[in-house]
């Protein structure tokens, strides 16, 4: 995501994570719970997801791990390149749901 789309979220937005706990890099659903405003850098971010097992439910992603809900196909983004080519499939096939 664009350090400026980055600094507009807010919380109640809807965003994909590629999930950090997950190898796969697997994308999860989930909502902006928590932005602390940073002057000068990327705002830090808290994105809510359901909960898996003994994983917490908050997760503090990179920006560049994070795409909007509704995701823009144009966007590159290595992660979700690198799952589809070992999927076979377009970027769709990539978004998990939630549990």
């Not at 919380?11 to 659903?29: F, N």
């Not at 902006?32 to 359901?50: H, K």
């Not at 999927?87 to 096939?93: K, N």
């Amino acid at each position: 995501m664009m350090r400026l789309e980055w600094n507009a979220l807010r919380v109640g937005d809807k965003v994909l994570v590629h999930d950090p706990r997950d190898s796969a890099m697997q994308l999860l659903p989930g909502v902006v719970a928590m932005v602390q405003t940073m002057q000068g850098s990327s705002n830090d971010i808290g994105v809510t997801v359901a909960a898996r097992r003994d994983r917490p439910s908050v997760l503090r992603p990179s920006r560049l791990a994070v795409h909007a809900d509704l995701q823009d196909t144009a966007e590159e983004c290595w992660r979700c390149d690198a799952i589809a080519a070992l999927v076979g499939r377009g970027h769709d096939a990539v978004l998990t749901s939630a549990p």
